[in-house]
């Protein structure tokens, strides 16, 4: 039974960084592909960020690029999403997502597919 357990969200000001983490388990961490999605209040589900399998590439939406980075640490079955020069429609639940491909093709698409937590809450105030 696959888990993912994400944690590292609150509440931060306008210019603060936070990091967040996903633990996983139930299936062989390494063998996939892992992602970030974010849904804000009254919006739909939105790509933030993923990372391949061995971590080697990555893929972001304009949205974020330049101030978040998303890695992986296979050893340790997580993967991570820093998040530096937050803004106020940076406010969401934050959802870690494990694909069933190892590549990010399926993100590169713009599928959402495979494994879901339950969401780490991130409020940046103005």
Do not use: H
């Not at 967040?20 to 739909?44: D, I, K, N």
Request: hydrophobic letters at 35%.
């Amino acid at each position: 039974q696959v888990q993912l357990v994400e944690s590292g969200g609150g509440l931060v000001q306008a210019g603060g960084s936070l990091r967040l983490s996903c633990a996983a388990s139930g299936r062989t961490f390494s063998s996939y592909a892992m992602g970030w999605f974010r849904q804000a209040p009254g919006q739909e589900r939105e790509f933030v960020a993923a990372v391949d399998w061995s971590g080697d590439s990555t893929y972001y939406a304009d949205s974020v690029k330049g101030r978040f980075t998303i890695s992986r640490d296979n050893a340790e079955n997580t993967v991570y999403l820093q998040m530096n020069s937050l803004k106020p429609e940076d406010t969401a639940v934050y959802y870690c997502n494990q694909d069933l491909a190892a590549n990010l093709n399926t993100y590169y698409r713009g599928w959402a597919r495979g494994y879901w937590g339950k969401g780490t809450l991130v409020t940046v105030s103005s």
